[in-house]
């Protein structure tokens, strides 16, 4: 079974950095898409960023041109630098998975148990 296992939340001032990454470990799979998606209390789950095996990417309106969003296919990772961060961005952020595995035709979402990022002065 895989497992994702993310790092790099915590708290930042309003206009600093923060650099998320997320590893999908186990065996015998592949991974057609990874990314992230975000969530406040209260409200649904957003898509913040996703990157294809191939590279192609997708954003939030709310984060183009601030964060950005990585993948290292051979480790089955993925990485979201994130600039010029507002209090707006405060929420849980979840890595999301896509994954294939070699025997089987169907794909199988995974989520990762999200990180706290935390922006405030």
């Known amino acids: 079974q895989v497992q994702l296992v993310e790092s790099g939340g915590g708290l930042v001032q309003p206009g600093g950095s923060l650099r998320l990454s997320c590893v999908a470990s186990g065996s015998d799979f592949s991974v057609n898409a990874m990314g992230w998606y975000r969530q406040v209390s209260g409200k649904e789950r957003e898509l913040v960023a996703v990157i294809t095996s191939g590279g192609s990417t997708n954003y939030a309106d709310s984060v183009k041109g601030r964060f950005t969003i990585s993948r290292d296919n051979a480790k089955n990772a993925v990485s979201l630098q994130m600039n010029s961060l507002t209090p707006e961005d405060t929420a849980v952020y979840y890595c999301?998975?896509?994954?294939?595995?070699?025997?089987?035709?169907?794909?199988?979402?995974?989520w990762g148990q999200g990180t706290q990022v935390t922006v405030s002065s």
């Open positions: 999301y998975s896509k994954i294939r595995y070699f025997y089987r035709d169907s794909e199988y979402d995974y």
